[in-house]
Structures are given as C-alpha cells and as structure tokens.
C-alpha cells in the first residue's frame, strides 16, 4: 500500500504536537502539518507549518486529514478536506454525537469505524479511558449505573493552560472547573455521559460526571464507581480489567504520562450499594486520550484498505 498523505490540522497546539510525534513514532512520514494564519511560515521540526485554508485542504493531496482544533474551526474546516477525498478523524466535540458519524474508541467498538462517510469522532480524553474500562465489565456482568470523578490535566486545556500552569507557583496552584457551566452540570460532564452511552450503545445508562481541573500538566484520572446487573467479584473484574488495560496498584497521572496504555487500579468492592466495584483509571490525555486514538482509529481503516 502507497504510505498515506497525512494532513495534521491544529499541529502547533498541545494534542497537534504530539500527533506529528505519535505519527513520527509509528513510521509515518508523508506528513503535513496546518494551523491557523497566525502560525503558517513557522517550523515543528522539519515541518513548515501551512494555513489550513479550504483551498488547502480540498485540494486532493490528502488521504487521510487529523484535526485537533477548536469545534468551530472544525465543523468550518472538516468538510473541506472530506471535498478533497481525504478521510477525516476529528478531535473537537464538533461530529462526536451526530447520529451516522462514528465515535471510536478501537478496542470497543473499533468495528463502528467502517460505517464512515468521511468523518469520524475521536472521544472526549476522558471518555476513553472510561469506555476501555467499562465495556469488559459490561460484557460479563452487565453495567447498571455508573459514578465518575476526574482529576484532568491542564494540558487539556490546551498548549495556553499548559504555559500558565508553568509560570504558577507551587503554592498558588488551586483546582478548577474551566468548562461552559449550564447552571447544574459543566458541558465536560454532559460530554462524558452522552459519549459513553453512544460508544457502549446503552442509551439509557445512568451516569453521575464530576469533573475537576487539577494542577497537573499531562494525565486524566477518574475515579470510578460502577454497579452491575450480575454480582463481579474484584478479583474476576481486575482479570477483566488487566486484560484489556495496564493494571497499577496506584496509578497516577506521572505514572501514565508519556505511555500508549491506559493505567487501572484500586480495584475494590464499593459496599454502599449492591454488586458494586469501585477503580481508578489513568491515561496520558493527550496520547491514548487524543493524539494515539485518532491515529488507530485511521489504522483500522488503512488495515482495511490493505486486506480488502
Ligand atoms: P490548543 O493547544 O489550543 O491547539 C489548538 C490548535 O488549533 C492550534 O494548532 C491552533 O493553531 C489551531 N487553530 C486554532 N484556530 C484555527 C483555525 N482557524 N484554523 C486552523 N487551525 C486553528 O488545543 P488542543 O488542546 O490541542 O485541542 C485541540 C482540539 O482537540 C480541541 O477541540 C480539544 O477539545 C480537542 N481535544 C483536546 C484534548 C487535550 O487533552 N488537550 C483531548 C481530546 C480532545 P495556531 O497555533 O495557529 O493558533
Ligand atoms: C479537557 N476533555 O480536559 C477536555 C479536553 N479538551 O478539558
């Protein structure tokens, strides 16, 4: 198979930057890398970047095209590329809940991939992660409701948070909620159960978010708590668990910084309610949780082109 013209769009940005990185890592090097006029002309290694202009990205020299931009930028540039034929994974929460656009989390339901029309959704960072954990539970014991709290890195706020979080001190380091408030729910949390409930095709799926911003530069953690149909013993669901991610005692986002895996651990029984087990998971927010994602969902479908 020819190697695939690859388009990164946002690539000067936090989820950008380590896209070009992954795709360097993987093999990759039909790479171009686009952002917005303020950095066209600019360098990322022996990249120059250029000004994702429709014009650009409709041109026809692109198979594959990875956005990592605001949902504005890419609900205006995505169709753009798909015009030029090119085949489009968007980061932005822009596609991620359009009924006939698939929302891919691989080892879940990488099988959704094939039912593009040329676009299709990487989750929200912490839905993953969440997504990994909850479905071979789901699978043995049936899921009945499910408690979430993060703890989510300032790089998910972007390359900017990630500078201020820099010029803090220590001592002037405080938690936050950074995102649109609806007046009860912030809409990371609405993100978070309406990803899950698409991803895990369970529509009715009671899910209680928390989210909290904490002053750490890269890794997501969430602390878990879930209640299924069927009793799961915790030492039969850190089986399950450790078979489909990384078990860690105590896992921690310097633990899961700078890896692929998806760290689980603390897995225990939860004795306010019944069946109920509760866990810790942690993922590099911008590798597997953006970046690394987006890049295997693309892989399933150039597997597919080699086999067909
Ligand atoms: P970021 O660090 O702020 O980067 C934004 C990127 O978008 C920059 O490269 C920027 O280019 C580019 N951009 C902005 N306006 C543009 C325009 N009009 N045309 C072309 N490019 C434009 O943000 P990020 O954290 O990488 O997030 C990017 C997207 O990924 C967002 O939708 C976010 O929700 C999603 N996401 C982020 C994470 C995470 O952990 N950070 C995880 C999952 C999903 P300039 O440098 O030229 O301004
Ligand atoms: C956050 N989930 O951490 C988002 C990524 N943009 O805010």
């Known amino acids: 198979m020819p190697e695939p013209r690859i388009g990164v769009v946002g690539a000067t ?3 950008g930057t380590v896209t070009l990185e992954c795709l360097r890592e993987r093999g990759y090097t039909d790479v171009r890398a686009f952002a917005s006029a303020r950095s066209a002309g600019t360098r990322l290694g022996d990249l120059t970047v250029e000004e994702a202009t429709p014009e650009a990205l409709s041109a026809g020299d692109l198979d594959l095209c990875l956005f990592s931009v605001g949902t504005a930028t890419s609900r205006q540039l995505v169709p ?9 994974v968007d980061k932005s929460s822009a596609y ?21 029309d040329g676009i299709l959704a990487n989750p929200n960072c912490c839905t993953i992660p969440l997504t990994s ?20 890195a300032a790089s998910g706020a972007g390359a900017r948070a990630m500078e201020r979080l820099r010029a803090t001190e220590p001592g002037d380091a405080d938690l936050a909620m950074d995102w649109d408030y609806d007046g009860e729910e912030f809409d990371e949390e609405a993100k978070l159960r309406a990803e899950t409930q698409k991803i ?44 489909a991610l990384t078990l860690d005692d105590f896992p921690t986002p310097g633990r899961a910084a700078g890896r692929d895996d998806i760290l689980v651990g603390r897995i225990r029984r939860d004795p306010t309610v019944q069946n109920g087990l509760a866990f810790l998971v942690v993922c590099d927010n911008l590798r597997k949780g953006a970046a690394l994602n987006a890049i295997q969902i693309a892989e399933l479908l150039l ?6």
């Open 303 to 308: 597997r597919a082109r080699v086999t067909a």
């Open 96 to 116: 991620r809940l359009e009924p006939g656009i698939p929302l891919v989390v691989p080892e879940v339901n990488g099988e959704r991939a094939r039912e593009h």
């Open 80 to 88: 753009h590329a798909v015009r030029g034929g090119a085949i489009c």
């Open 133 to 152: 954990a909850l479905k071979p539970l789901h699978d043995a014991a049936g899921i009945a409701r499910v408690r979430v709290a993060t703890y989510q």
């Open 200 to 243: 895990l095709e369970l529509p009715a799926l009671p899910i209680s978010v928390s989210c909290m911003r904490v002053p750490v530069m890269i890794g997501h953690a969430e602390s878990v708590w879930v209640e299924t149909g069927e009793p799961l013993a915790p030492d039969r669901a850190r089986e399950l668990l450790g078979a």
């Open 13 to 15: 940005g936090a989820v």
